[in-house]
């Protein structure tokens, strides 16, 4: 009898340690909750301190660290995330969801502040200095590019490095982010200069998708294709046009319609039209600061882009 009372006991003991745990636990996440900032003041305290950093660089500074992948916000897309990428019969992405994601990787381009700013900074270099920066800056990142993707292409790896090293060296889709954002800032400030550099990066783009169409393994296709390829047609052809000395020429009058010119915020404005998107509650943002430029096309088929091509290489 004695030992039932003494395991009642401990029972009773047990039973009671659990719930007083449990009452603690419960205060403690309510108090936890009451008291964690919403998520849009927190990525509003990291847009301030990115602000406030972009501030202090030069434009040769700017440019240098288009390839830090801190500063290429995920938008949400437009397109909206999670969406699904139809193949055809051999197994390559589907035309209509090659723009989808054509346009997403230009979303993503626009929705960093440090490419406005580079975009305004160079703008307001003579068209010479702002040439010859670009120039430097994507012979760089594309030597950097190549060496990781043909790595990659060599092995048939899809673990691409997509974020930084311990040290804060940008690996490969920070150099990719910096190839299509430099190859949109040198068509919207038609930076003829640079037109060669602009069609030997397409040559080679147009050399990776061949190369990757040839690949049987669906996986590895899709893969290549969706992160890899610097095949992007709206920026593509927003550089090779934006750069041609040949703009005025008949035959490209078709194009000149299509290259539209799109207002963005400034760099430092305390809302850019993509911070709508992930700023929980705003539902619109008037900021106070100045519109920039940015000229590109919202639509391009391969088939348009094929005959841009072939107009841009007349005599």
Do not use: C
Not at 129 to 141: F, M, P, T, V
Request: hydrophobic content about 40%.
């Amino acid at each position: 009898m004695k030992k039932l009372y003494i395991i009642l006991i401990l029972i009773v003991v047990a039973v009671a340690h659990i719930l007083i745990i449990g009452y603690h636990r419960h205060k403690r996440t309510n108090v936890l909750e009451e008291y964690i900032p919403p998520a849009n003041v927190v990525i509003e305290e990291m847009i301030n301190q990115q602000v406030s950093a972009m501030k202090l660089l030069t434009v040769e500074e700017t440019v240098q660290q288009l390839d830090r992948m801190e500063y290429y916000f995920w938008p949400g897309s437009s397109i909206g995330a999670g969406t699904l990428f139809g193949t055809d019969e051999s197994g390559n992405i589907a035309a209509e969801s090659l723009y989808k994601q054509d346009k997403i990787e230009l979303e993503k381009i626009l929705s960093s502040r440090l490419f406005r700013k580079a975009l305004q900074d160079m703008g307001e270099l003579p068209k010479d200095q702002a040439s010859i920066l670009l120039k430097k800056e994507l012979d760089n990142a594309l030597k950097n590019y190549l060496e990781l993707y043909n790595g990659f292409f060599e092995s048939r790896s899809v673990s691409f490095r997509r974020g930084e090293l311990a040290d804060g060296r940008p690996v490969f889709t920070g150099f990719r982010n910096k190839l299509l954002a430099l190859m949109l800032i040198a068509g919207s400030l038609e930076l003829t200069d640079v037109h060669y550099k602009i069609k030997e990066v397409d040559s080679i783009a147009q050399n990776q998708k061949e190369e990757v169409t040839r690949i049987e393994d669906t996986h590895i296709k899709i893969n290549y294709t969706l992160g890899a390829l610097l095949h992007n047609n709206l920026i593509l052809s927003s550089g090779l046009y934006g750069t041609s000395p040949r703009k005025g020429d008949a035959a490209l009058k078709p194009f000149s319609d299509q290259f539209s010119i799109h207002q963005i915020v400034d760099f430092s404005a305390p809302g850019t039209e993509y911070d709508t998107m992930v700023l929980h509650g705003v539902q619109e943002l008037v900021p106070d600061e100045e519109y920039i430029n940015v000229h590109y096309f919202e639509q391009m088929t391969n088939e348009d882009l094929d005959e841009l091509r072939r107009i841009l290489a007349l005599p």
